[in-house]
């Protein structure tokens, strides 16, 4: 959390125009639900982006006293705020590689491990172990199919063929990553899945990694010796167009700030993109695109608001466009309007996160790591 959004939490609720709770006990069971997934392989997790927006400094800790030993990240910054909050004891990788000249002395020194995107990186880390005289730890990671980050077959090649280059380099996981695991019966999945069979034999031994979240759930060929999920950790689901095994973590929740009668042909906010065609009772809510509520879900999204008569939340449609600080909901159709300071939920037991995601026309992850510095956060424990 930045300084601002830690000053932001200690403040009264009285004085916040968005809640954001995030449940570390959801997020615990979430590990747990995928070590049985794993069945008898470790799990490791993704914390980059601050834990996907959730906020890292809470909730690797938590993943750690759920059992997580092994965590990845992808900026080396992300790496050092790690190394603050969890024991000495656990493996904090560094996805995007080695960054700037000079930088694997920070690494050493804060303890903080490289995943090996290059020749170039290893040559740097292995210089490295034979200046401090001894082996250090890294990752390796092998392009199979994204063609973003990892040894491109050229290189992976000439590893193969000169394995002395990782001379000093401790290789605690081979890895790649798969690019369309949310789909099962893409044909990529296979294609990755046997180019990784094939460099791990063309080198040295070492355990190996493929799986993120949807990946964990392809089956037993993908496990490999570690899992190393992110977005089902948070509740995203990891088995699209299925139930989702994972439970929801985070709750949004935003204050009506003022509710008001309009007549047609009225309209509401920006553009006037929403007109009145009969009587309607609006609804401003303080929370708007500045905190990540998505600008795309303008006209498109729901809130859910507890309806005092049912004892139930009920949906309601956001009208006109959301604001910077402000949305507006039609609360016409209920039967008492919602009280002015009263909370509706954004995310919650009504709408999850991909549900949010698909209104908004992205996936879960944009949505969670949009979530913004304004609100007010609370961490509830398991
Ligand atoms: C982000 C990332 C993950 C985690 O992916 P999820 O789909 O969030 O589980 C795993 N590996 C790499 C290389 C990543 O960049």
């Not at 081979?174 to 990529?188: F, K, R």
């Not at 949906?315 to 509706?344: H, K, W």
Request: overall charge neutral; hydrophobic content about 45%.
């Amino acid at each position: 959390m930045s300084a601002d959004s830690e000053a932001a939490a200690a403040r009264p609720e009285h004085l916040a125009g968005g809640i954001l709770t995030v449940d570390l006990g959801a997020l615990q069971a979430n590990y747990r639900r995928l070590v049985e997934e794993a069945d008898g392989i470790a799990v490791a997790a993704v914390v980059k982006a601050d834990a996907y927006g959730l906020g890292a400094e809470r909730a690797a800790p938590a993943l750690w006293q759920a059992g997580a030993r092994i965590f990845f990240v992808a900026l080396p910054d992300e790496a050092l705020t790690l190394r603050r909050v969890l024991p000495a004891e656990s493996e904090v990788y560094v996805l995007g590689g080695l960054f700037g000249a000079g930088a694997e002395r920070d690494y050493l020194a804060a303890g903080i491990r490289p995943v090996l995107n290059s020749l170039q990186e290893i040559k740097r880390w292995g210089r490295l172990a034979a200046a401090e005289g001894r082996a250090l730890p890294a990752c390796l990671h092998v392009d199979t199919g994204m063609s973003r980050l990892g040894l491109p077959a050229d290189e992976l090649a000439t590893l193969a063929a000169e394995p002395e280059r990782l001379a000093g380099v401790s290789v605690a996981y081979l890895i790649s990553h798969l690019a369309s695991g949310d789909e099962p019966d893409h044909p990529l999945n296979r294609e990755q899945l046997e180019a990784f069979r094939a460099a791990r034999e063309r080198l040295p031994a070492m355990k190996a990694c493929l799986a993120n979240s949807p990946g964990s759930f392809l089956g037993p060929a993908y496990r490999f010796d570690l899992l190393r999920p992110g977005a089902a950790l948070y509740g995203v689901n990891p088995t699209p167009g299925q139930p989702n095994p994972m439970a929801q973590v985070v709750r949004l929740q935003g204050r009506i700030l003022q509710v008001r009668v309009i007549d047609p042909p009225r309209s509401v906010g920006y553009g006037a993109a929403f007109r009145a065609e009969r009587r309607t009772v609006v609804a401003t809510v303080g929370l708007g695109y500045a905190d990540g509520f998505l600008r795309s879900l303008s006209g498109r999204g729901r809130a859910w608001v507890e309806a005092r008569e049912k004892g139930a939340a009920v949906a309601v449609p956001l009208v006109g466009r959301v604001s910077m600080d402000l949305i507006t909901l039609d609360v016409t159709d209920l039967a008492e309007a919602p009280p002015v300071g009263s909370f509706v939920d954004l995310l919650g037991p009504g709408q999850d996160v991909d549900a949010l995601a698909a209104a908004a026309g992205t996936i879960g992850y944009e949505v969670l790591t949009s979530l913004g510095g304004r609100y007010r956060r609370v961490y509830r424990h398991g």
